[in-house]
């Protein structure tokens, strides 16, 4: 159980366009996701938490115009990176939580590489 | 302010030695959760144990151990008789009551033959 999926794994764009990775919750409803960043040989950095039907709460420092995300259902939360730069490469990883448990479940991550 | 430490950043061991991955954490919080998460080189996150702050007992899985010890803010993890298949970057995370979530820097541990 506690499966969550996103897609695509992997994506490579040119400068300029818009990107959008879709992480779900395959097998429980999850009330809150949450986004992540990792560069090579570091760690996790939370980008932002959105919970089902309201506005994702983001960290210092992430620019929400530059970030867009979407978790209209239980099952489904969206990262749009627009107009990415090749700064924005990266790997990211979404994980899920039901409401009535602390664990986070991850996602396989998506790694995105930018032209 | 919340912080985890993972003071090794890379530790390499022979195939059946044990070995023991070090987390101190640091918080405010009187309510949190800890976790270990395994990162294989494929890249997935894989969830290892859970504990709240609550719950002091040491837990044994397999070959997996914890050890979390309130009085020192340390919730180290040992691995018994490593395996290749054990390689991995492992971080440990703490999660607060409001969600709010800190990962170590992670350790990298390689498993030889």
């Known amino acids: 159980g506690a499966v969550v999926s996103q897609h695509p794994s992997r994506v490579i764009c040119k400068s300029g366009t818009s990107v959008k990775i879709e992480c779900r919750s395959l097998?429980?409803?999850?009330?809150?996701m949450f986004w992540y960043r990792q560069f090579p040989k570091q760690s996790l950095m939370l980008m932002a938490t959105s919970n089902e039907g309201s506005k994702a709460t983001y960290e210092q420092g992430v620019e929400k115009d530059k970030f867009l995300i979407n978790h209209a259902s239980l099952t489904l939360s969206t990262l749009t990176v627009t107009s990415a730069h090749p700064e924005d490469s990266s790997f990211y990883i979404c994980s899920a939580r039901t409401g009535t448990s602390d664990t986070q479940y991850f996602g396989p991550g998506t790694r995105l590489t930018v032209l | 302010a919340q912080k985890v430490t993972q003071a090794q950043t890379e530790i390499s061991v022979v195939e059946k030695e044990d070995v023991t991955l070090d987390c101190v954490y640091e918080t405010r919080d009187t309510t949190y959760y800890l976790f270990w998460y395994k990162q294989p080189p494929s890249g997935e996150l894989v969830f290892l144990i859970r504990r709240n702050s609550f719950d002091e007992q040491n837990e044994i899985s397999g070959r997996y151990s914890w050890n979390f010890q309130k009085s020192t803010s340390s919730f180290n993890f040992t691995i018994t008789a490593s395996q290749v298949v054990d390689s991995a970057v492992y971080f440990c995370?703490?999660?607060?009551?409001?969600?709010?979530?800190?990962f170590g820097d992670g350790t990298t541990l390689t498993v030889k033959p």
């Open positions: 995370a703490l999660i607060t009551n409001a969600g709010k979530s800190t």
């Open positions: 097998d429980f409803q999850a009330t809150t």
